[in-house]
């Protein structure tokens, strides 16, 4: 696990600096999620089948469709696509204000070893910004989320995203906790 999130840092680093700017984040976790040559498609068509035989799609029901498959949706994409830990995920709240508008709050617990590695390669190479090993946690574990809206847009053939609502982090012990609310919707 620890190799498998290694290179994963080290590859964001080098693509993106770990700069949101021009979209330098979303870009770089699109393409890493695509990359995953079986697991990507997969996804995609497993929220298509779903989207299709329920009656999501009779209603229009986007919302309705992410909310109620959060797990199998949102979590194995996280899990699946990036290196992020079961255990260390936690969905905090989801609610469906419209069938067009989902509010998602999750958070992830980063260990000790992932801390490290993220400490390593910041005392690697330079960075533009100089960014703090928790900075970086937030942006990795927001900008994954937020590429998620790239599936959700191949399902529904329809512009769609996620922004921030808030994104905190909390130190316990060695470990550090994001929390993450986002809102997605149609665009």
Known sequence: M????????TRVARRSDFLPIRNQLLITMKRDAEAKYKNYPRTVERMKKTWEEESY???????????????????????????????????EKVSTPSRLDVVIGISYDFSEKELK?????????????????????KFLFLY????????????????????PQSV??????????VIVS??????
């Open 2 to 9: 620890s190799s498998r999130f290694e290179h994963f840092v």
């Open 57 to 91: 799609m009779r209603n229009n029901d986007i919302s309705g469709l992410i909310a109620n498959n959060i797990e199998e949706f949102l979590v194995s994409y996280l899990i699946m696509l990036f290196p992020f830990r079961k255990r260390g995920i936690t969905l």
């Open 117 to 137: 590695i993220i400490q390593n390669t910041l005392e690697t190479r330079e960075f533009p910004k100089d960014p703090t090993t928790e900075k970086i946690c």
């Open 144 to 163: 994954c989320i937020n590429s998620f809206a790239y599936p959700i847009e191949e399902v529904f053939q329809r512009p769609f995203a996620f922004m």
């Open 168 to 177: 905190k982090a909390e130190w316990i012990d060695e470990r550090l906790k």
């Open 182 to 187: 986002v809102q997605g919707r149609e665009q």
